[in-house]
């Protein structure tokens, strides 16, 4: 059975508002950890549903350059997963009912214990964890593990999926799906590759969780074009970290630009029928 996280109410508030979610993915501890706690709250503040949380790692494969810089950074500030955990237990504290998940690599999984790695994750209210290198042939001990300790194990749906493989994404994946609407990394292109159309309905009618869309997330048009695909949001994370990169760490611009490009990205989610009600996450 899968346990029951955050996501799911999410989810049934924003159908019922006609909304899809938009979800930033961010780097732990980048651009520093005082600063990434003021750029989660501006996000949050300017209408983030969930969030999605990276461990900064030496080797991120399924990263482009953008995200790849984050963990270098973050990194050179002295993260480690410890004070990942710190950070990601101060963000459920603050925003109890936000639903927090981790993109994570195996290594980080693997390197002591799965056992250990998901006992931290539930110690500090994480949601759910993705593990962007592990094989869905190889993922039914993880997704166990993960569901022992309150965890929805995310698993992801790539666009060349075969049948088999959105069976065991729909049997053993929680909290949502993660479909990439192209191949390659993160950060690349500007917008989706292919039409995720089918791939999602597809996921629908084999009972899987809602499918949010990442990979080439690139702004407002890019999270409209993905909603009309039927996906129950998008995730945007190069297109943010680089634009907080650029504004500079500390600078009052890189809060505000966060808060006014994270407007117009979920704006972006909603339906015109939605008559651009809005919600926000209440501390």
């Not at 979610?21 to 969930?50: N, T």
């Not at 593990?145 to 075969?162: D, F, K, M, Y």
Request: overall charge neutral; aromatic content about 6%.
């Amino acid at each position: 059975m899968r346990p029951s996280t955050r996501y799911e109410p999410m989810f049934a508030r924003l159908s019922a508002a006609r909304e899809g979610a938009f979800v930033p993915f961010l780097m732990l501890g980048d651009p520093g950890p005082e600063h990434f706690l003021e750029v989660v709250r501006a996000l949050v503040e300017a209408g983030a549903d969930a969030l999605e949380l990276g461990i900064p790692f030496s080797d991120p494969v399924a990263d482009g350059p953008v995200i790849q810089a984050a963990a270098v950074r973050a990194l050179a500030r002295g993260m480690t997963p410890s004070r990942c955990w710190e950070l990601a237990s101060h963000c459920r504290a603050t925003w109890p009912e936000l639903p927090i998940g981790l993109l994570v690599y195996a290594n980080l999984v693997l390197h002591e214990a799965p056992e250990r790695f998901y006992t931290s994750a539930h110690g500090a209210g994480v949601d759910s964890v993705l593990i962007a290198d592990l094989p869905i042939a190889e993922s039914a001990d993880a997704c166990r593990t993960a569901e022992e300790h309150g965890i929805a194990p995310v698993l992801i749906a790539p666009p060349n999926a075969t049948e088999e493989t959105l069976v065991r994404v729909a049997e053993r994946g929680g909290g949502y799906t993660y479909v990439v609407a192209r191949e390659g990394v993160t950060g690349e292109g500007a917008a989706p590759a292919r039409d995720a159309t089918a791939l999602i309905a597809r996921l629908r009618r084999l009972g899987a969780p809602p499918s949010l869309v990442g990979f080439g997330i690139r702004g407002p048009q890019a999270v409209r074009r993905t909603m009309a695909m039927g996906a129950a949001g998008a995730i945007v994370g190069s297109a943010i970290i680089e634009r907080m990169a650029r504004a500079g760490e500390g600078s009052p611009a890189m809060v505000t630009g966060m808060a006014r490009y994270a407007e117009q990205l979920k704006a972006a989610t909603r339906s015109p029928r939605s008559n651009g009600a809005r919600t926000r996450h209440r501390e």
